[in-house]
T-cell receptor
Framework: RKEVEQDPGPFNVPEGATVAFNCTYS??????FFWYRQDCRKEPKLLMS???SGNEDGRFTAQLNRASQYISLLIRDSKLSDSATYLC???????????FGRGTSLIVHP | SAVISQKPSRDICQRGTSLTIQCQVD?????MFWYRQQPGQSLTLIAT?????????ESGFVIDKFPISRPNLTFSTLTVSNMSPEDSSIYLC???????????FGPGTRLTVT
């Protein structure tokens, strides 16, 4: 089992749709969780951290399920500008070395 | 957050030559990382560079091929030595925000080896 697994997609959704991505991780000792966004031919950028209590930032909601070892990202009212690859990142407990998922591609069309 | 610059932004090199990529951060950081990203793939960690110590390389990467310098808390270099076409990739440096585990990336260096 890979350390961090994501459905590569692509997820192809119309503007205004709600879309959700899941990411599973294998190390139960993982402590820190993040979602990054990477636009085509650009560097990854931190989208949001994922806290145990969940995290909401505007149209974006991230949640953590430790029992099932997955994190999720929900995007409401999708915009064309949301089209990108979303990377799930997990830090094992006590380690500064993150593990990146392969990313989920989102395409929002008119 | 941190602002990171990389030089060069892109280069086309001949096989057998070497290229040194520079990474500059606008603040002092302890942890710096070097990644490689092949087209359509996720990031692969090459090494972790801490100031004042030797870089720690991941499996499959060796110092002779990818020597790294970290002379101070705001700067690092990665050299890709004796290049072959398989080294064609995007090379990214990143820094870790102390205590928060968040990473911030430079814009990347797009390397093509012919």
């Amino acid at each position: 089992r890979k350390e961090v697994e994501q459905d590569p997609g692509p997820f192809n959704v119309p503007e205004g749709a709600t879309v959700a991505f899941n990411c599973t991780y294998s190390n139960s000792a993982s402590q820190s969780f993040f979602w990054y966004r990477q636009d085509c031919r650009k560097e990854p950028k931190l989208l949001m951290s994922v806290y145990s209590s969940g995290n909401e930032d505007g149209r974006f909601t991230a949640q953590l399920n430790r029992a099932s070892q997955y994190i999720s990202l929900l995007i409401r009212d999708s915009k064309l500008s949301d089209s990108a690859t979303y990377l799930c990142v997990v830090n094992p407990g006590g380690s500064y070395i993150p593990t990146f998922g392969r990313g989920t591609s989102l395409i929002v069309h008119p | 957050s941190a602002v990171i610059s990389q030089k060069p932004s892109r280069d086309i090199c001949q096989r057998g030559t070497s290229l040194t990529i520079q990474c500059q951060v606008d603040s002092q950081v302890t942890m710096m990382f070097w990644y490689r990203q092949q087209p359509g793939q996720s990031l692969t960690l090459i090494a972790t560079a801490n100031q004042g110590s030797e870089a720690t390389y991941e499996s499959g990467f060796v110092i002779d091929k990818f020597p790294i310098s970290r002379p101070n808390l705001t700067f690092s270099t990665l050299t890709v030595s004796n290049m072959s076409p398989e080294d064609s990739s995007i090379y990214l440096c990143s820094v870790e925000v102390p205590g928060r585990y968040e990473q911030y990336f430079g814009p990347g260096t797009r390397l093509t080896v012919t």
